[in-house]
Protein backbone atom coordinates (compact mmCIF):
# COMPACT_ATOMS: atom_id res chain seq x y z
CA UNK A 1 0.00 0.00 0.00
CA UNK A 2 0.90 3.91 0.25
CA UNK A 3 3.46 4.70 2.02
CA UNK A 4 5.49 7.84 3.50
CA UNK A 5 8.75 7.69 4.83
CA UNK A 6 10.17 10.62 7.06
CA UNK A 7 13.66 11.62 8.47
CA UNK A 8 15.49 11.83 10.85
CA UNK A 9 12.85 10.43 13.62
CA UNK A 10 14.84 13.16 16.12
CA UNK A 11 16.70 16.16 14.92
CA UNK A 12 18.58 18.52 17.53
CA UNK A 13 20.23 22.18 16.66
CA UNK A 14 21.60 25.12 17.73
CA UNK A 15 19.17 28.17 17.71
CA UNK A 16 20.23 30.26 14.37
CA UNK A 17 21.10 26.67 12.81
CA UNK A 18 19.03 25.75 9.84
CA UNK A 19 17.09 22.11 10.26
CA UNK A 20 16.00 20.34 7.09
CA UNK A 21 13.48 17.34 7.14
CA UNK A 22 13.01 14.68 4.52
CA UNK A 23 9.73 12.28 3.26
CA UNK A 24 9.55 10.03 0.29
CA UNK A 25 6.59 8.99 -0.73
CA UNK A 26 5.64 5.63 -2.62
CA UNK A 27 2.63 6.86 -4.79
CA UNK A 28 3.43 8.58 -7.82
CA UNK A 29 -0.07 10.23 -8.15
CA UNK A 30 0.31 12.24 -4.98
CA UNK A 31 -0.41 15.84 -5.98
CA UNK A 32 -0.79 17.55 -2.85
CA UNK A 33 2.06 17.54 0.21
CA UNK A 34 1.30 19.45 3.36
CA UNK A 35 3.35 19.89 6.69
CA UNK A 36 1.89 19.78 9.57
CA UNK A 37 3.17 20.91 13.24
CA UNK A 38 1.93 19.27 16.47
CA UNK A 39 3.54 20.32 19.89
CA UNK A 40 2.71 17.80 23.25
CA UNK A 41 -0.55 17.56 23.45
CA UNK A 42 -1.79 19.45 20.97
CA UNK A 43 -3.81 19.51 17.51
CA UNK A 44 -1.30 19.43 14.05
CA UNK A 45 -0.92 22.91 12.92
CA UNK A 46 -0.41 23.00 9.17
CA UNK A 47 2.62 25.30 8.84
CA UNK A 48 2.84 24.91 4.90
CA UNK A 49 2.03 22.89 1.62
CA UNK A 50 2.86 22.34 -1.50
CA UNK A 51 0.92 20.82 -5.25
CA UNK A 52 3.17 18.72 -6.93
CA UNK A 53 2.69 21.25 -10.08
CA UNK A 54 5.13 23.32 -8.19
CA UNK A 55 9.06 21.99 -7.41
CA UNK A 56 9.14 25.43 -4.05
CA UNK A 57 7.49 27.05 -1.42
CA UNK A 58 8.79 29.05 0.95
CA UNK A 59 6.86 31.43 4.01
CA UNK A 60 9.57 33.66 5.80
CA UNK A 61 11.25 30.86 7.80
CA UNK A 62 9.90 27.68 5.85
CA UNK A 63 10.51 26.12 2.82
CA UNK A 64 8.96 22.75 1.49
CA UNK A 65 10.85 21.67 -1.88
CA UNK A 66 9.82 18.70 -4.21
CA UNK A 67 10.86 16.39 -6.53
CA UNK A 68 8.15 14.29 -8.10
CA UNK A 69 11.22 12.22 -10.46
CA UNK A 70 12.68 11.11 -7.22
CA UNK A 71 9.14 11.10 -5.15
CA UNK A 72 11.09 13.50 -2.74
CA UNK A 73 9.94 16.62 -0.58
CA UNK A 74 11.55 18.62 2.31
CA UNK A 75 10.56 20.40 5.19
CA UNK A 76 13.12 23.19 5.46
CA UNK A 77 13.44 25.80 8.27
CA UNK A 78 15.85 28.56 8.82
CA UNK A 79 17.18 30.16 11.69
CA UNK A 80 15.74 28.58 13.69
CA UNK A 81 14.10 29.49 17.65
CA UNK A 82 13.11 27.62 20.52
CA UNK A 83 9.30 28.17 19.62
CA UNK A 84 10.16 25.59 16.61
CA UNK A 85 10.76 23.07 18.66
CA UNK A 86 7.63 20.42 18.32
CA UNK A 87 7.37 17.08 16.34
CA UNK A 88 6.51 17.63 12.81
CA UNK A 89 4.78 15.25 10.17
CA UNK A 90 5.19 15.10 6.53
CA UNK A 91 1.94 13.78 4.32
CA UNK A 92 1.09 12.99 1.05
CA UNK A 93 -2.44 12.70 -0.65
CA UNK A 94 -3.60 9.06 -1.34
CA UNK A 95 -4.59 8.35 -5.44
CA UNK A 96 -8.19 8.98 -6.23
CA UNK A 97 -9.16 10.01 -2.48
CA UNK A 98 -9.11 12.73 -0.43
CA UNK A 99 -7.06 11.04 2.12
CA UNK A 100 -3.86 11.83 3.54
CA UNK A 101 -0.97 9.39 5.08
CA UNK A 102 1.23 10.88 7.46
CA UNK A 103 5.30 9.96 8.00
CA UNK A 104 6.16 8.80 11.46
CA UNK A 105 7.12 12.40 12.66
CA UNK A 106 10.41 13.90 13.55
CA UNK A 107 10.83 15.39 17.03
CA UNK A 108 13.17 18.71 16.63
CA UNK A 109 14.91 20.32 19.38
CA UNK A 110 16.15 23.91 19.26
CA UNK A 111 18.40 24.57 22.00
CA UNK A 112 19.16 28.22 23.14
CA UNK B 1 -8.26 28.75 8.14
CA UNK B 2 -10.76 26.89 8.49
CA UNK B 3 -12.28 25.74 12.49
CA UNK B 4 -12.95 22.34 13.96
CA UNK B 5 -13.86 22.09 17.58
CA UNK B 6 -13.56 18.71 18.77
CA UNK B 7 -14.86 17.24 22.55
CA UNK B 8 -14.02 16.46 24.95
CA UNK B 9 -10.43 17.31 25.38
CA UNK B 10 -10.14 14.13 28.05
CA UNK B 11 -11.93 11.69 28.66
CA UNK B 12 -11.37 8.80 31.80
CA UNK B 13 -13.74 5.87 31.87
CA UNK B 14 -14.30 2.60 33.34
CA UNK B 15 -13.81 -0.89 30.86
CA UNK B 16 -16.82 -1.74 29.21
CA UNK B 17 -18.14 1.79 29.02
CA UNK B 18 -18.77 3.36 25.75
CA UNK B 19 -17.60 6.95 25.01
CA UNK B 20 -18.66 9.48 22.11
CA UNK B 21 -16.56 12.30 21.13
CA UNK B 22 -17.73 14.60 18.86
CA UNK B 23 -16.20 16.56 15.95
CA UNK B 24 -17.81 20.10 14.50
CA UNK B 25 -17.38 21.82 11.73
CA UNK B 26 -17.65 25.70 13.00
CA UNK B 27 -17.27 28.04 9.98
CA UNK B 28 -17.99 25.73 7.34
CA UNK B 29 -19.77 22.38 6.06
CA UNK B 30 -18.21 19.06 5.72
CA UNK B 31 -19.59 16.06 3.70
CA UNK B 32 -16.13 14.17 4.70
CA UNK B 33 -14.40 14.23 8.42
CA UNK B 34 -11.24 12.21 8.70
CA UNK B 35 -10.99 10.38 11.90
CA UNK B 36 -7.47 9.33 13.46
CA UNK B 37 -5.92 7.80 16.50
CA UNK B 38 -2.45 8.44 17.60
CA UNK B 39 -0.31 6.82 20.00
CA UNK B 40 2.39 8.52 22.20
CA UNK B 41 5.38 9.58 20.14
CA UNK B 42 3.38 8.15 16.86
CA UNK B 43 2.13 9.54 14.12
CA UNK B 44 -1.12 9.81 12.95
CA UNK B 45 -2.80 6.96 11.76
CA UNK B 46 -6.01 7.02 9.91
CA UNK B 47 -9.29 5.28 10.99
CA UNK B 48 -12.21 5.94 8.91
CA UNK B 49 -14.06 8.49 6.85
CA UNK B 50 -16.76 9.92 8.13
CA UNK B 51 -19.70 10.94 5.32
CA UNK B 52 -22.70 13.03 5.74
CA UNK B 53 -25.74 11.08 5.28
CA UNK B 54 -23.78 7.62 4.14
CA UNK B 55 -22.03 4.83 6.06
CA UNK B 56 -18.21 5.95 6.92
CA UNK B 57 -15.29 4.01 5.40
CA UNK B 58 -12.70 2.06 7.53
CA UNK B 59 -9.24 1.02 6.76
CA UNK B 60 -7.88 -2.00 7.46
CA UNK B 61 -7.97 -3.46 10.77
CA UNK B 62 -10.01 -0.73 12.34
CA UNK B 63 -13.24 -2.56 13.57
CA UNK B 64 -16.71 -0.70 12.32
CA UNK B 65 -18.51 -1.93 15.22
CA UNK B 66 -16.04 -0.40 17.94
CA UNK B 67 -15.75 2.35 16.54
CA UNK B 68 -18.83 3.58 15.41
CA UNK B 69 -19.27 6.68 13.31
CA UNK B 70 -21.80 9.27 12.59
CA UNK B 71 -22.14 11.70 10.38
CA UNK B 72 -25.39 12.79 10.87
CA UNK B 73 -25.22 16.36 9.32
CA UNK B 74 -22.71 18.63 7.33
CA UNK B 75 -21.49 20.22 10.84
CA UNK B 76 -21.32 17.46 12.72
CA UNK B 77 -19.36 13.65 13.17
CA UNK B 78 -19.40 11.58 16.32
CA UNK B 79 -17.07 8.72 17.09
CA UNK B 80 -18.26 6.23 19.68
CA UNK B 81 -16.12 3.81 21.02
CA UNK B 82 -18.24 1.00 21.99
CA UNK B 83 -17.27 -1.14 24.95
CA UNK B 84 -13.71 0.55 25.62
CA UNK B 85 -10.71 -1.51 26.94
CA UNK B 86 -7.80 0.00 28.25
CA UNK B 87 -6.21 -1.16 24.88
CA UNK B 88 -8.40 1.72 23.29
CA UNK B 89 -6.58 4.27 25.52
CA UNK B 90 -4.95 6.97 23.21
CA UNK B 91 -5.18 10.15 21.40
CA UNK B 92 -8.22 10.50 19.17
CA UNK B 93 -8.51 13.71 16.56
CA UNK B 94 -10.90 14.25 13.72
CA UNK B 95 -10.35 16.49 10.76
CA UNK B 96 -12.14 18.10 7.81
CA UNK B 97 -11.65 19.87 4.90
CA UNK B 98 -13.51 23.10 3.63
CA UNK B 99 -14.36 21.21 0.16
CA UNK B 100 -16.85 24.09 -0.70
CA UNK B 101 -14.00 26.84 -1.30
CA UNK B 102 -12.14 24.92 -2.84
CA UNK B 103 -9.48 24.25 0.11
CA UNK B 104 -7.73 20.96 -0.07
CA UNK B 105 -6.55 22.16 3.08
CA UNK B 106 -6.85 19.78 6.18
CA UNK B 107 -7.38 20.53 9.39
CA UNK B 108 -7.42 19.16 12.65
CA UNK B 109 -9.90 19.03 16.04
CA UNK B 110 -8.24 19.31 19.20
CA UNK B 111 -7.67 15.81 19.87
CA UNK B 112 -9.39 13.72 23.09
CA UNK B 113 -7.53 11.65 25.43
CA UNK B 114 -9.27 8.63 26.03
CA UNK B 115 -7.68 6.93 29.21
CA UNK B 116 -9.31 3.90 29.47
CA UNK B 117 -8.89 1.99 33.12
Known amino acids: GENVEQHPSTLSVQEGDSAVIKCTYS??????FPWYKQELGKRPQLIIDIRSNVGEKKDQRIAVTLNKTAKHFSLHITETQPEDSAVYFC???????????FGTGTRLQVFP | GAVVSQHPSWVICKSGTSVKIECRSL??????MFWYRQFPKQSLMLMATSNEGSKATYEQGVEKDKFLINHASLTLSTLTVTSAHPEDSSFYIC?????????????FGSGTQLSVL
Open chain 2, 27 to 32: DFQATT
Open chain 2, 95 to 107: SARDVARGNEKLF
Open chain 1, 27 to 32: DSASNY
Open chain 1, 91 to 101: AASIRNTDKLI
